[in-house]
């Protein structure tokens, strides 16, 4: 099977792309590589499923691309036509979607609406796309369940994600494509995002620097270690539902103040508190209902946040020494990953979509003014890196 992964550079993106390759299905990722966070975490990502395609035998393209753009979407496609689109890229982020929705609009509705364009033209036979635990916004009824309502989302990124929910149920009625829409309880594990509480936490609490803790400490979260997560996603691709949500979380929440306690004693360091008071868009809980992703995808999560949070640490610390050791100006940085690319796996054939110029980092990128140019896969072949790390995007 081949299976299109969009932001498989990205967090849950590459540990789906790397679960595929590991069983040995043909796996093409499109990830347009923005500087959400740190570029060379996504670029080190990108390693790590050249690796594995290579360990395993499987196919395995990468372009760099923007999914909103639909000329090179449409490329793509007719390129490599695959059975299956997991789309998994968007801006994620609660609280940067309240400074700028315009990213988010663009990255998460405009993107998942040609993302599912291509599905109905190119014939997909499975659509699953990211949704979030955060539609169900101020919910006060628990757990929450998917058919509970979503009309009280409390962020721009939630909103967006409701939109893309609506717009896969829309094309699912017009043209009976299959779509599962997936709704993620915040997500933690190794390669995971640096702007989410686990990530800043074991960062903080380890180098002896003050967390900032918002509200009194009594929100809770459901946190789902990845590889509950990637289990969910792979039962989505192999199983086609005409149309249908999921939620996939852990069921098991923990209040802040507990969440802390975890990660010192994980991190076996106390943590210095700097009290804040609430953050706007923040929910005070997120609570999955598993009963109908457990019966129709057989989702059942095995790890406690104590043994996933020791192994986020785990990685966490060689990360860091990893870090440390090739500390060195960015570009030289982008050298080394993208030597070791050179000096290994030639038979991989990279696809390139890059854009022309770079473009301003703020004010936000208008999205129409993207431009993106592709290589011709014999160009690329010719020259199978050009480009792979060009300068960071929006
Ligand atoms: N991590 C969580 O806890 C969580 C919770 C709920 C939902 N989600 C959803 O899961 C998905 C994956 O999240 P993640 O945590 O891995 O985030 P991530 O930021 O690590 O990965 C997203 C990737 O998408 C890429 N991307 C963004 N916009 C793009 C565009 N227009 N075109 C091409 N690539 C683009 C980014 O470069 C990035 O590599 C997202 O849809 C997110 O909204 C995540």
């Given at each position: ?23 040995g ?12 966070y ?24 990468f ?22 689109v ?6 994620a ?27 109905r ?5 499975n ?8 539609v ?7 757990p ?13 990124y939630?909103?967006t ?6 717009m ?6 017009l043209?009976?494509?299959n779509?599962?829409?997936l ?8 390669r ?9 936490f074991v ?29 969910g ?5 192999d199983k ?9 979380g852990?069921s ?15 991190v ?12 706007p ?22 790890t ?8 986020f ?5 060689h990360?860091?020494v ?8 960015a570009t ?10 050179l ?10 979509l ?11 990128i ?28 929006a």
């Amino acid at each position: 099977m081949k299976v299109l992964v969009t932001g498989g550079a990205g967090f849950i993106g590459s540990h789906t792309a790397e679960a595929l390759l590991a069983r040995g299905d043909s796996v093409v990722v499109v990830d347009e590589l923005n500087d959400y966070y740190d570029l060379s975490q996504k670029m080190a990502n990108i390693d790590i499923l050249k690796a594995k395609a290579a360990e395993t035998g499987s196919q395995f393209q990468f372009f760099q691309a923007d999914c909103a753009d639909m000329t090179s979407m449409t490329t793509i496609f007719e390129l490599e036509r695959p059975d299956v689109v997991c789309h998994l890229a968007a801006r994620a982020g609660v609280r940067p979607s309240i400074k700028d929705p315009h990213i988010y609009v663009h990255s998460n509705i405009q993107a998942t609406v040609t993302m599912l364009e291509m599905a109905r033209q190119f014939g997909v036979s499975n659509f699953v796309y990211a949704s979030s635990s955060s539609v169900y916004g101020a919910n006060t009824k628990i757990p929450f369940a998917e058919d509970d309502t979503t009309e009280n989302t409390v962020s721009p990124y939630a909103a967006t994600k409701k939109a893309c929910e609506i717009m896969a149920k829309t094309y699912h009625s017009l043209y009976k494509i299959n779509v599962t829409g997936l709704r993620f309880f915040t997500v933690y594990g190794p390669r995971g995002r640096p702007d989410m509480a686990p990530w800043m936490f074991v960062e903080k609490i380890s180098s002896g620097s003050p967390i900032n803790k918002y509200g009194d400490g009594s929100s809770c979260r459901d946190y789902t270690y990845i590889d509950d997560i990637v289990s969910g996603v792979l039962a989505s691709i192999d199983k086609p539902h005409p149309c249908e949500v999921f939620n996939l979380g852990n069921s098991q929440t923990i209040n802040l103040n507990g969440f802390i306690e975890v990660i010192e004693d994980v991190v076996g360091k106390k943590a210095l508190i700097k009290q804040l008071p609430d953050q706007p868009g923040d929910v005070p809980l997120t609570y999955a209902d598993l009963t109908k992703s457990s019966r129709m995808l057989g989702y059942r999560p095995q790890t406690s946040l104590r043994e996933g949070m020791s192994k986020f640490v785990e990685w966490y610390r060689h990360f860091r020494v990893q870090s440390q050791v090739q500390s060195r100006p960015a570009t030289s940085t982008t050298l080394a990953l993208n030597s070791s690319l050179l000096s290994s796996h030639h038979t991989l054939n990279f696809g390139i979509l890059k854009r022309s110029e770079p473009e301003p980092l703020t004010p936000p990128i208008s999205p129409r003014s993207k431009k993106l140019r592709f290589e011709s896969a014999n160009e690329t072949e010719a020259h199978p890196h050009d480009g792979l790390f060009a300068p960071p995007l929006a």
